[in-house]
Structures are given as C-alpha cells and as structure tokens.
C-alpha cells in the first residue's frame, strides 16, 4: 500500500505565506514525479506545481513567482512555498504521484488534501 499526506494547510491573510508538504510512503521503489493540484470551492480540479525526479519544475501561469516547488528525494517529500497569498488561492490542496512500486510500472496516487484559506 502507498499514503500520500498532505500538512501546513491553514488559514492566512492575503499577502501571507504557507507551506505545504507532501509526504509519500509504502511499497515505492522510486517517485518520477510530484505534483500540487488545487481545487478551490465549486470549481474543478486544476494542476498548480509540477517537480520530477530529475528536478525539472513547471507551475501554472496563475502561480508562477509567487510558488515554489521543491522535494526531498530521501524522505519521498514534496513542498510547496506558497508567498503573495491571494484570496483566489483558497482551495482544497492535493498531492498527487507517479511512483514506480517494487513489482509494476508505475502507479499513482492521491493524497486527500490540506485547505488553504486566504482572506482579504
């Protein structure tokens, strides 16, 4: 089995900062890559962050230079530094992976998610 846990989520004022982890663990032989996903209220899923195991990054136009995405290789950790809080970034957070497991080809899966609340 494989758990995708998602923490640091909260409530911040706009203009604040948080920053969330992602931390996976189980039968994974190796992660090929991580991703923050957020889907704020009465909207759709959307893609926020993208790191792979060879350390490429890509974010989504709405979040790039206010986001930073970043991992940890040995803990099978993921983060993601949120500054310049906006309202609009209120969401529920996801992680989602693609791992490689000891006896298939890769896999994925979610994490339940963390809220992030900023108020104006």
């Known amino acids: 089995q494989v758990q995708v846990a998602e923490s640091g989520g909260g409530l911040v004022q706009a203009g604040g900062s948080l920053r969330l982890s992602c931390a996976a663990s189980g039968s994974i032989l190796s992660i090929e890559s991580m991703e923050w996903y957020r889907q704020p209220p009465g909207k759709q899923r959307e893609l926020v962050a993208t790191?792979?195991?060879?350390?490429?990054?890509n974010y989504a136009d709405s979040v790039k230079g206010r986001f930073t995405i970043s991992s940890d290789k040995a803990k099978n950790t993921a983060y993601l530094q949120m500054n310049s809080l906006k309202p609009e970034d209120t969401a529920v957070y996801h992680c989602?992976?693609?791992?490689?497991?000891?006896?298939?080809?890769?896999?994925?899966?979610w994490g339940r998610g963390t809220q992030v609340t900023v108020s104006s």
């Open positions: 989602h992976i693609f791992y490689r497991p000891p006896w298939y080809t890769s896999l994925d899966h």
């Open positions: 790191i792979t195991s060879a350390g490429t990054t």
